[in-house]
């Protein structure tokens, strides 16, 4: 069960544009930080301006610097000002983090950061990343970007960014099962996957 719970609820006309950061509590696998939007909150699997949301220019949005976080149901849009922001970076040697049910716009004109990125010391057990749309309108910016882990990466969309799923080369152990990656300037998939992959589509492939 959780052992911290932010809820956000209620319509927003508004957007947050003060970011997060999550550290400093105490967690283990049964006992997690959740961070999700109720029914009245949530988007409905596309942008919405009347649903919760992030949006930063200049900056990360989520910084995830402990275990046992799950991030579920946001919206979150990146317009970089500065080179490299990230929507949901983890930071450090951590593990049992995972990534649901988000909508994330990467509005970059020339520079680029990414959506989903691990800096990490040692290898992360694990990092699951579930039902996410990630995309952008101008070929820049990339989905992903993880190292030295094991990862589950199921039924993600990824359109019209510079990268799609890409991994450091740096012993990580990806599973990609059911994901969309299509219309990327650069590429699709750019990282090794385990064996029991399956399922993905790439317009690479098409």
Do not use: C
């Not at 996410?132 to 910016?141: C, Q, S």
């Not at 960014?161 to 990609?176: H, K, M, N, P, V």
């Amino acid at each position: 069960s959780p052992r911290a719970v932010a809820k956000i609820d209620g319509e927003w006309t508004s957007a947050d544009t003060n970011g997060l950061t999550v550290e400093n509590w105490v967690t283990d696998v049964d006992n997690y930080v959740k961070i999700y939007t109720a029914n009245t909150a949530r988007h409905l699997g596309k942008w919405s301006s009347t649903k919760y949301r992030i949006e930063k220019n200049a900056s990360n949005a989520i910084s995830i610097n402990q275990s046992n976080v799950w991030i579920d149901g946001l919206q979150i849009k990146l317009t970089a000002a500065a080179e490299g922001p990230v929507a949901i970076n983890t930071n450090g040697s951590i593990d049992g983090v995972d990534i649901s049910n988000n909508v994330v716009w990467l509005d970059f004109s020339t520079n680029n950061g990414m959506a989903i990125k691990t800096n990490n010391a040692d290898n992360e057990t694990y990092l699951r990343i579930k039902n996410n749309i990630i995309y952008g309108n101008t070929g820049n910016g990339g989905a992903t970007y993880l190292s030295a882990g094991t990862f589950y990466i199921y039924n993600n969309t990824v359109s019209g960014l510079a990268t799609g799923f890409r991994g450091a080369g740096s012993g990580e152990t990806i599973y990609y099962k059911n994901n969309i990656a299509y219309n990327n300037s650069s590429f699709d998939f750019d990282a090794i996957e385990h064996a029991s992959s399956t399922h993905n589509f790439s317009s690479e492939e098409s």
